[in-house]
């Protein structure tokens, strides 16, 4: 079946303007995370969905940034205002039953921000 | 709040050899996991291996296998009979969502 899928895989914004990242997981996957990944680096936690409900948005570096999932599948990420630091990819990974870390995450293949 | 640390920012291995790639974590929760992920240059995270704290035995998936010392904290990979497809980032997760810096392997024709 299809994998997680994310658009678009490449974007480009002048700092200052509003991003939208979309995410769609596999289907009927309950739980879906948002990472961010810099250069050279592991993938931070942003937040976490089970199905429709935010979870955990600790990792949220800022107010500027917001996520949601409002029917529980396909999932947007919002930059708001983005700065030059915002820039790196953003991977969001699915996984089939609810709770964290108990379960293998399925990735997709990454935004890559690269804010100018 | 659980930390993986992976202390080999590279490593290269001969084609055919065995590597094995260190990770150890810090956590005082009684029941844990760790997961492996390959990151070739596409990009893409792909899942190789889970551990469990309480599984009895040594996870092992194919050329991939657990060396897993709970005494240690130390959850090392190791990947038999290496592949040139091998080379790409490979990372060590632990249950709470907290990645190691990774391992950039090399293998070597």
């Known amino acids: 079946g299809a994998g997680v899928s994310q658009s678009p895989r490449y974007k480009v914004a002048k700092r200052g303007q509003d991003v939208a990242l979309r995410c769609d997981p596999i289907?009927?996957?309950?739980?879906l995370f948002w990472y961010q990944q810099a250069l050279g680096q592991g993938p931070e936690f942003l937040t976490y969905?089970?199905?429709?409900?935010?979870?955990?948005k600790s990792g949220l570096p800022s107010d500027r940034f917001f996520a949601e999932r409002p029917e529980g599948s396909v999932s947007t990420l919002k930059i708001q205002r983005t700065q030059q630091e915002d820039s790196a990819v953003y991977l969001c990974?699915?996984?089939?039953?609810?709770?964290?870390?108990?379960?293998?995450?399925?990735f997709g293949p990454g935004t890559r921000l690269t804010v100018t | 709040a659980q930390k993986i640390t992976q202390t080999q920012p590279g490593m290269f291995v001969q084609e055919k050899e065995a590597v094995t790639l260190d990770c150890t974590y810090d956590?005082?929760?009684?029941?844990?996991?760790l997961f492996w992920y390959k990151q070739p240059s596409s990009g893409e995270m792909i899942f190789l291996i889970y551990?469990?704290?309480?599984?009895?035995q040594n996870a092992t998936e194919g050329r991939y296998s657990l060396n897993f010392q709970k005494a240690r904290k130390s959850a090392n990979l190791v990947i038999s009979a290496s592949q040139l497809g091998d080379s790409a980032m490979y990372f060590c997760?632990?249950?709470?969502?907290?990645f190691g810096s990774g391992t950039q392997l090399t293998v070597l024709p």
């Open positions: 990974a699915s996984s089939a039953p609810s709770g964290v870390g108990s379960y293998e995450q399925y």
């Open positions: 956590t005082s929760d009684p029941s844990y996991g």
């Open positions: 289907s009927g996957h309950v739980s």
């Open positions: 551990q469990g704290s309480y599984d009895q």
């Open positions: 969905f089970q199905n429709e409900a935010q979870l955990d």
């Open positions: 997760e632990g249950r709470q969502l907290t």
